[in-house]
């Protein structure tokens, strides 16, 4: 396993009987937060506007990735926080403990999980005579993994094409490429991942990238978006996706993070989406954590 992957429980959390209460803790929070809408709702009350004391109420950052949930937004501020050494009050204590939940680190595992793998599917594409390695990131976001795993070989891609619905997510990716001097080989387009063909038609992308997209996907969705994928792929060429798995923060997730309408797949679920699609060649494995389930269909 990389060791740049992490799974360590926050710090003071870390024996089994703390792991137990801090989930406790958070399905205790989440429980209250159920009831704190369905009373407001009974009384013809809008959502709250905090959740809870304990999440967004007293930290900034929680606040900000509950009001970005599901978004590019929120995952670029979990990719990118750094626990504070020395917390100073109730605040910065929050922040550090949720940069440890699972989930948080789970994302950044997932991240760097495919950057590594963007990184073996470019050298695959080459190996399989592809000099010059043209990659598609769907629902791109802030396409940091991908940028993260074109960065140790950088001479073996020649464009990379980012497509996401929302315009302001192509701007920050591709200012993110320009700082990391990869600029030039990024273009992007605002669309619908349903309109993945017209724009991968021209492109002919080695590999495909999609990441965060799928756990908003029903099954048939799902399937005849990756079967347009598998149809255009050349031999040797690769699709990255992954899904999210049931787990123990799901609840907390959902109603404390706002973070909802996600569809918890197992990874006899993924296979299954895949192999309808038309792959044979599937290799998935999870991140150390157990909730993202990663997923590299080769392209034969
Ligand atoms: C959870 S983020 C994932 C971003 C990035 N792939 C990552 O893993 O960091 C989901 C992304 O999907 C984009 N998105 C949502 N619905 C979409 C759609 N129908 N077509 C294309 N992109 C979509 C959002 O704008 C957002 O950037």
Redesign the pocket.
């Known amino acids: 396993m990389s060791k740049t992957v992490a799974s360590q429980f926050p710090e003071g959390l870390e024996s089994q009987f703390h792991r137990v209460w801090w989930f406790v803790a958070l399905d205790l929070i989440a429980f209250w937060v159920v009831c704190k809408k369905k009373i407001r709702k009974f009384f013809g009350l809008k959502a709250p506007k905090v959740n809870s004391m304990l999440y967004d109420g007293l930290s900034k950052y929680c606040r900000d990735v509950k009001d970005t949930a599901?978004?590019?937004r929120a995952?670029d501020i979990v990719?990118n926080m750094k626990p504070f050494a020395k917390p100073q009050n109730m605040s910065e204590r929050l922040y550090n403990l949720y940069y440890g939940m699972e989930n948080a680190q789970a994302v950044r595992n997932r991240?760097k999980i495919i950057a590594a793998e963007i990184t073996d599917a470019i050298k695959r594409a080459g190996a399989a005579g592809h000099s010059k390695v043209r990659i598609m990131?769907?629902?791109?976001?802030?396409?940091?993994?991908v940028m993260e795993g074109i960065g140790s070989v950088p001479e073996n891609v020649d464009k990379v094409l980012l497509?996401?619905?929302?315009p302001k997510?192509i701007e920050h990716a591709k200012n993110l490429a320009v700082e990391s001097g990869i600029g030039a080989k990024f273009d992007g387009v605002a669309?619908?991942?349903k309109e993945y063909s017209n724009h991968a038609e021209p492109f002919r992308p080695h590999v495909v990238e999609v990441?965060?997209?799928l756990d908003?996907l029903p099954e048939n969705v799902a399937v005849e978006f990756f079967r347009n994928i598998k149809k255009r792929l050349p031999r040797g060429g690769t699709l990255l996706t992954c899904n999210i798995a049931p787990n123990k923060e799901q609840y907390f997730l959902k109603h404390v993070i706002n973070w909802g309408r996600m569809i918890y797949r197992e990874e006899s679920e993924l296979r299954g989406i895949l192999e309808q699609a038309g792959f044979s060649d599937i290799r998935i494995f999870p991140e150390p954590l157990q909730i993202h389930q990663i997923a590299v269909c080769t392209a034969e």
């Open positions: 599901t978004s590019w995952l990719y991240r990131s769907v629902a791109a976001g802030s396409a940091q993994s497509l996401d619905i929302d997510a669309a619908h991942f990441a965060g997209l908003y």
